[in-house]
């Protein structure tokens, strides 16, 4: 396994002592994450790209395969530079679960129940390493996200594609405080379905990678786990 990170330069905007922290930090998640998931050859591109980053966090990523993932930050956000390296490291674990997930399963079926599994076992990957719950497996709670996964169960079998309403929205939800499609709540809801399946099988996120996602999706279907009271 080689992995070998990527700082896009021409901008100026990564560079000095913000590119060294950066660096050195994820480089130090690689070695942590590597030691718990099975893991291909890597390349991680490294970008500012404040426009893309999430609000919260100045920080986004996404892994495009078994073996690429992209890391967009935002130097100038307000909160980062005193929480910078668990962000940046919470987020590449976050990817590299991804990463690993893709290599044990050849990539994601196209439903929204793969898609809920997949980010759930990211999100407890993340909680599993750092011990502490990223905001947007939480962000959506109580009744609101009784309510959305109930309507989420429905739909575990329509391709990721097809999704009424787009699947951004059934994902991501929305700022407004929209009742049929809450702020993260396609997030908050895998990470609530993984964290109970984790918990009723004695299972950990890293050594799950690989778990079939109907094995999660029919136990939840049949009652035999119960994450949302539905």
């Known amino acids: 396994m080689a992995i070998t990170f990527h700082f896009l330069s021409a901008s100026g905007a990564l560079h000095g002592e913000f590119k060294t922290r950066v660096h050195a930090a994820l480089e130090v998640c690689v070695q942590t994450c590597s030691a718990k998931l099975v893991l291909g050859d890597l ?121 009424p309403g787009g699947w951004v929205n059934w994902m991501f939800g929305s700022w407004t405080g929209d009742v049929v499609f809450p702020y993260q709540c396609g997030y908050s809801t895998g990470y609530g379905l993984i964290r109970c399946w984790l918990d009723a099988t004695g299972n950990q996120a890293s050594s799950s990678a690989g778990i079939d996602p109907n094995a999660v999706i029919t136990a939840w279907q049949r009652g035999e786990i119960a994450p949302f009271g539905c």
């Open 43 to 163: 390349d991680v591109v490294v970008m500012a790209a404040p426009k893309f980053v999430i609000p919260q966090l100045g920080v986004n990523g996404y892994s495009y395969d078994a073996h690429q993932i992209l890391l967009q930050l935002d130097p100038d956000h307000d909160s980062l530079a005193q929480n910078l390296e668990h962000r940046v490291s919470a987020l590449l674990a976050h990817e590299l679960h991804h990463c690993a997930r893709s290599l044990a399963c050849g990539g994601l079926t196209g439903t929204f129940g793969d898609a809920l599994v997949s980010e759930g076992l990211a999100c407890c990957f993340e909680e599993e390493i750092f011990g502490v719950t990223p905001f947007y497996a939480i962000e959506c709670m109580g009744t609101v996200l009784r309510q959305f996964a109930a309507k989420a169960k429905a739909h575990v079998d329509v391709p990721y594609s097809q999704l």
